[in-house]
């Protein structure tokens, strides 16, 4: 039976401190109850997981990336940012092309038929007793 070295591994992960990491953590998987890929040979959790990283029946990129989600307290969301939306001007008012706002000035006049205009609110039954 051949013995799993580092060497074998080595053309997968260049990185042999990254290779630690990887085999460790796969150790740590199989150790919880993940599923082998390769025979086990009556070997330990360690070298089963250094047989499969030099058999390529896992990817190491992938146990890097598992590795690190394992070890995030705060996972961060990608969000669409907030796009910058121009603000809506109120009734009777204006937005200059430099951005100012201008309000219109109403005339004395004007207000007074905009008010004769208003209906007085309908009296009900109970405001007349």
């Known amino acids: 039976m051949a013995r799993v070295t ?7 992960v260049e990185n042999r401190f990254d290779l ?12 919880s109850g993940q599923q082998i890929t390769v025979d086990r040979d009556n070997d330990k959790n360690p070298v089963v997981a250094l047989r499969e990283i ?3 029946t896992i990817a190491p990129e992938d146990m890097k990336e598992d590795l690190i989600h394992s070890l995030q307290k705060n996972v961060e969301v990608d969000e669409p ?3 910058t939306v121009p603000a809506l001007a109120p009734a009777g008012e ?3 092309a430099d951005g100012g706002i201008n309000f219109d000035r109403m ?8 008010l004769e205009g208003l209906v ?5 039954e109970d405001d007349g007793e």
Do not use: N, Q
């Open 6 to 12: 580092v060497e074998d591994c080595i053309d997968k």
């Open 20 to 31: 630690v990491l990887i085999a460790s953590h796969r150790a740590r998987m199989i150790s």
């Open 54 to 56: 030099a058999d390529a």
């Open 81 to 83: 940012e907030a796009e």
């Open 94 to 96: 204006t937005i200059d």
């Open 107 to 114: 005339t004395e006049e004007d207000l007074l038929r905009g």
């Open 120 to 124: 007085p609110p309908a009296e009900t």
